[in-house]
């Protein structure tokens, strides 16, 4: 079962005990092989069973049960009505759940989602939770893209690596993704949360997105639930908006023979010191160089070095999205232990360490170009103009079209009540109330109370945890008490008002200055990037002006 999202930092007996944290502790690289395909291995250096001894991982006893297990549920597919979860029931690009058309195993069985979700971000939206637990386009969080993408890809067995402020996002996985248990082992499918956690030989936070892979690899190579192991680990970042076939990806990747494949995007100048770029062989597709956020020199050097660059566009970047052979990422980040685990710098990334250590282990690295829609979501406007995006005709990802929508489990709350208002290009979440108000360009999260005589342009109301109404609202100032949503006669133009936030009366947030950056936070607001954001839980008081 996933991990509630309260379990964060814990250490259990079963941690010391699984067979599976061989892969990390054992140093002789005596571990399993694989527990149904005992035809390969998940670690080249590991030759027999841990279990056993020096019998071969054919011959364990542990390991016969398993193939024995997973055979026999694969015979039958039994589906209870109206059981199936999101993980089961969602369409998919590649056809239905678990077909794929790279040939072999399908994607359910063969292939294990990897989500990196777990790292600070200098933005005030992140102050009190992950980035990707952040509310996107009104009634879904950043997360829920990069986790529909892969289960209307094929691939239902994911894996969510969750570490800085993750109490909001373990608890959004585990209400929204609850596990399909019915039907054969191919055809069941997860989400599951792995908090950072000390264990017996791990005492430290992670270091970077390698070193978190790394510290769960027990985990996540462990025969779980009798499934057999995957052939690959497809590693994603949890706060990008874009729509892709995973399966397209996956199929360059076995088609070439790749140890590794790297989803690549065309980038301007502004964007390429924040990636990772590739120098691609246009004939054979193959990474021949790569290099993390390069300045000057080296970064002119990586221009043009893709047959896919444009004036405009003139660099090969990395989207975060990595496809590896499961025994090479294996051997990558364990065979580099003195890379991957060492103390200066503190950091080990993918881009910074694993792919060009890979690159120097001539390791065959591929790259898979995407021209389709894509936004990494790592400032504040970034996150502001992706949401205001959405809510534009013509938007570059579609969030009504039912084989693009979102996948994730509906609010349980009464439809938005609008009232004698003007609303215009506008998304609006389950349970607001707008009255007497004009809305344009904005969106406006659930749970949000808009009162009579507002103004509301080019803004995002992330909306509250608690429905209310004119009778609640009533009944709170009765008694003193600040009250959800926005007050009557306020002006909102370019501006953020942050979850569970109280906005008073004849209030006015706008930039009118143009102040790049400020931080008001004892007044409830800061201002980053040129846009005024009303904090979380802040309380804004009546005729405040921003």
């Excluded at 019915?182 to 430290?204: H, N, P």
């Excluded at 949401?387 to 079209?401: C, F, K, T, V, W």
């Amino acid at each position: 079962m996933p991990l509630s999202g309260s379990f964060t930092g814990i250490q259990t007996p079963s941690d010391l005990k699984r067979p599976a944290d061989a892969l990390m502790n054992n140093t002789q690289g005596r571990v399993c092989g694989r527990a149904v395909r005992p035809q390969r291995r998940v670690c080249p250096s590991a030759p027999v069973c841990a279990h056993q001894g020096s019998q071969p991982a054919n011959d364990c006893h542990r390991h016969k049960a398993v193939r024995t297990n997973a055979v026999a549920a694969e015979k039958q597919t039994v589906w209870a009505p109206g059981e199936q979860s999101a993980l089961s029931r969602a369409p998919v690009l590649n056809g239905k759940p678990g077909k794929q058309k790279t040939g072999g195993r399908p994607l359910s069985d063969s292939v294990h989602g990897v989500i990196l979700a777990g790292g600070p971000a200098d933005n005030p939206l992140a102050r009190f939770r992950a980035m990707p637990a952040v509310e996107l386009g009104a009634n879904t969080q950043l997360i829920d893209v990069t986790i529909s993408n892969c289960i209307r890809s094929g691939i239902n067995k994911i894996y969510v690596l969750t570490q800085f402020n993750s109490h909001q996002l373990n608890t959004h996985i585990t209400t929204n993704y609850p596990p399909a248990v019915f039907g054969s082992i191919t055809r069941q499918g997860y989400v599951d949360v792995l908090a950072a956690q000390q264990t017996a030989t791990e005492k430290d936070w992670y270091k970077g997105s390698a070193d978190a892979v790394r510290r769960n690899l027990p985990m996540i190579l462990e025969p779980f639930r009798g499934a057999a192991l995957p052939d690959e680990l497809l590693v994603l970042s949890g706060q990008a908006l874009y729509r892709m076939d995973y399966g397209d990806l996956i199929n360059t990747h076995r088609s070439t023979g790749a140890d590794i494949t790297i989803a690549t995007h065309s980038v301007g100048w502004g964007q390429a010191q924040l990636r990772g770029l590739c120098r691609v062989d246009p004939d054979t597709g193959l990474v021949g160089d790569f290099t993390e956020k390069p300045t000057g020199k080296r970064l002119e050097e990586m221009a043009h070095a893709s047959k896919h660059a444009s004036s405009d566009d003139p660099f090969e970047a990395s989207m975060g999205v990595y496809v590896f052979k499961s025994e090479v990422l294996v051997e990558l980040l364990q065979g580099g232990r003195e890379l991957v685990g060492r103390k200066e710098p503190p950091s080990t990334h993918f881009g910074h360490d694993v792919i060009p250590q890979a690159l120097r282990e001539k390791k065959k690295v591929v790259a898979h170009h995407y021209d389709g829609y894509w936004r990494d979501i790592n400032s504040l406007r970034d996150f502001y103009e992706v949401n205001l995006e959405l809510a534009q005709p013509g938007a570059p990802i579609s969030i009504y079209d039912v084989d693009e929508a979102i996948v994730s489990r509906g609010h349980i709350l009464p439809p938005s009540l609008i009232h004698d208002s003007e609303i215009e290009n506008t998304l609006i979440g389950e349970g607001s109330v707008l009255v007497g108000s004009t809305i344009r360009g904005s969106v406006i999260g659930c749970n949000t109370y808009v009162a009579k005589g507002c103004h509301i342009e080019n803004s995002l109301i992330m909306g509250n945890d608690n429905y209310t109404n004119d009778r609640m609202r009533a009944e709170a100032r009765a008694m003193g008490e600040s009250v959800l949503g926005i007050g009557e006669n306020t002006y909102i133009k370019g501006a953020i008002v942050d979850d569970n936030a109280s906005v008073g009366s004849n209030v006015r947030i706008e930039n009118k200055e143009g102040v790049k950056e400020s931080d008001r936070t004892s007044q409830g607001y800061v201002i980053q990037d040129g846009i005024p954001v009303v904090l979380k839980c802040a309380i804004i008081p009546d005729g405040f002006h921003i």
